[in-house]
């Protein structure tokens, strides 16, 4: 964790055309923020980490298309104001606002919505991690989350940030995600099952300059390489797949192309790793949910590692 001081509407702000292309043609983004620097305190990775979340939770509530609305404004809260609660101390905040109008939730679902692993969508459409991550790092942050919502109205993300000091305001995140990459950028093969997080993700590397191919499997994932003319320079995989897991898939890339750099990725913690046969700790991973800076500094990272991947640290079990 890395916190620094930056304005919240120049985050957004660099980050709007990325959410407009993840939200779809079917859902409108409004947003709406306060006029002035709105300064908090919290790692600009870890806040994009969020922002993704909150806006792939609304879209997906709203599968026939909406409206989803961002908004930022500063606030007072007074001791004994009702919008402070239990958890907040007095003082002046920034306030993020995440609506969207698709189905909305019931009091039961809200109570458990930040719950790891609770989800309500279809199995295969979602890990049930999102939302708690992000309630873990707006507390982290000393901040907290409100939700409201009305079943077939919409709901409502109120994240409260105290108001850092303006004359610490810096520059946000570097690297940005509009940096591109040269024209002669490494060719990834990124392996996803979940349709969603396969998109976002080909979506990212993309925008980065990275010549991208997706498979859904191992099998799709092995016939994309045999059918290639080129070899790929990193095959990003995710470890728990229907079929051949990402464990199998890496070993054998690894047989027949020793020169290829792997990225594992994954929801589970290290011991369920080791129990699902992927290797020891020198593997390159990232944890599920990332970010889209989170992905391209760990593949750029995992690409700049000098020598061969091909030792036997990845094992079948």
């Known amino acids: 964790v890395s916190p620094r001081v930056f304005d919240l509407n120049t985050q957004i702000h660099d980050v709007q055309s990325m959410l407009t292309r993840l939200i779809g043609e079917d859902v409108e983004l409004v947003v709406d923020l306060q006029k002035g620097a709105l300064p908090i305190s919290i790692d600009p990775t870890h806040l994009e980490q969020v922002v993704v979340n909150l806006v792939v939770n609304a879209r997906d509530a709203m599968p026939r298309g909406g409206v989803l609305h961002i908004s930022t404004r500063s606030c007072d809260l007074e001791p004994g104001c009702a919008e402070l609660g239990l958890e907040l101390d007095a003082g002046h905040y920034v306030v993020m606002s995440v609506t969207d109008n698709g189905a909305g939730m019931d009091s039961d679902t809200i109570a458990r919505v930040f719950e790891p692993f609770f ?17 873990g790092i707006v507390n982290q942050a000393n901040g907290s989350v409100r939700v409201t919502s009305v079943p077939g109205e919409g709901t409502t993300f109120n994240l409260y940030f105290p108001s850092a000091v303006m004359a610490g305001v810096e520059e946000p995140i570097a690297p940005r995600m509009v940096e591109r990459r040269k024209a002669n950028s490494a060719r990834i093969l990124f392996v996803e099952d979940e349709a969603t997080l396969r998109k976002l993700g080909c979506r990212i590397l993309e925008k980065n300059g990275f010549q991208v191919s ?26 728990v797949m229907p079929g051949k897991g990402g464990g199998e898939l890496a070993v054998n890339l690894l047989a027949t192309y020793p020169n290829m750099k792997i990225l594992m990725m994954s929801g589970f913690n290290d011991d369920d790793l080791l129990r699902r046969g992927i290797g020891d700790k020198k593997i390159p991973f990232i944890q599920k949910p990332y970010s889209p800076t989170g992905l391209v500094t760990k593949i750029r990272e995992a690409l700049a590692e000098s020598g061969a991947q091909g030792s036997p640290y990845l094992r079948l079990a």
């Open 119 to 135: 989800t309500t969508k279809a199995e295969g459409m979602g890990t049930g991690l999102g939302l708690s991550t992000v309630f």
């Open 214 to 239: 997706v498979a859904g499997d191992y099998n799709e994932a092995m016939k994309i390489c045999s059918e290639s003319e080129l070899t790929f320079d990193l095959a990003c995989i995710d470890v």
